[in-house]
T-cell receptor, first 115, second 110 residues
Framework: EAGVAQSPRYKIIEKRQSVAFWCNPI?????LYWYQQILGQGPKLLIQ????????DSQLPKDRFSAERLKGVDSTLKIQPAKLEDSAVYLC?????????????FGNGTRLTVT | QKEVEQDPGPLSVPEGAIVSLNCTYS??????FMWYRQYSRKGPELLMY????GNKEDGRFTAQVDKSSKYISLFIRDSQPSDSATYLC??????????FGSGTRLLVRP
């Protein structure tokens, strides 16, 4: 079974620029998550999709962050404009979402540095 | 008060030692408890998954949940240098929204 794929692996941008991250979940997984992991901290949920609908985006800074999951498969997370405090690893995770509460499977993340 | 508290470490032990990692939590609605291992520059990988109170064993790893005390533990027996990583506890309620601890860095010295 192929894992969760994310790209790019690394990104360096200047503050006020925009950036986008891409995620391809495990095939057949209905639930997709984006987490932000700041150095030395645990992952924090930004947004959760069930198929192509948003389940929870309560911690997404909507003035600068946006996410979409077209056709219920791939997803993109965008930041515009970026701030210094957005420097973090952005992790995508997926789960079957079939009501069995299966654990999350994570990708290796995109490491963002904002200068 | 954070919902999930975890000692950041680092915890340094000699090879072969028994390691005990712990988390406390405040939300009594948590039903699902997980331990993830995260190597440097990698995503978290699931180690143990338990539902409600009790013990679960998988090879050298034992997960323990005490809901009455709001306390979970992960024990690693016969620790190996390859176990050196950050260990994250995670918990979820019926909505399955996971809350992670901040992680404990473990170093197993050869």
């Amino acid at each position: 079974e192929a894992g969760v794929a994310q790209s790019p692996r690394y990104k360096i941008i200047e503050k006020r620029q925009s950036v986008a991250f891409w995620c391809n979940p495990i095939s057949g997984h209905a639930t997709l998550y984006w987490y932000q992991q700041i150095l030395g901290q645990g992952p924090k949920l930004l947004i959760q999709f069930q198929n192509n609908g948003v389940v929870d985006d309560s911690q997404l800074p909507k003035d600068r962050f946006s996410a979409e999951r077209l056709k219920g498969v791939d997803s993109t997370l965008k930041i515009q404009p970026a701030k210094l405090e957005d420097s973090a690893v952005y992790l995508c995770a997926s789960s079957p979402g079939d009501g069995t509460n299966s654990p999350l499977h994570f990708g290796n993340g995109t490491r963002l540095t904002v200068t | 008060q954070k919902e999930v508290e975890q000692d950041p470490g680092p915890l340094s032990v000699p090879e072969g030692a028994i390691v005990s990692l712990n988390c406390t939590y405040s939300n009594s609605a948590f039903q699902y408890f997980m331990w993830y291992r995260q190597y440097s520059r990698k995503g978290p990988e699931l180690l143990m998954y338990t539902y409600s109170s009790g013990n679960k064993e998988d090879g050298r790893f034992t997960a323990q949940v005490d809901k009455s005390s709001k306390y979970i533990s992960l024990f690693i027996r016969d620790s190996q240098p390859s176990d050196s990583a950050t260990y994250l506890c995670a918990m979820g309620d019926s909505s399955y929204k996971l809350i992670f601890g901040s992680g404990t860095r473990l170093l197993v010295r050869p």
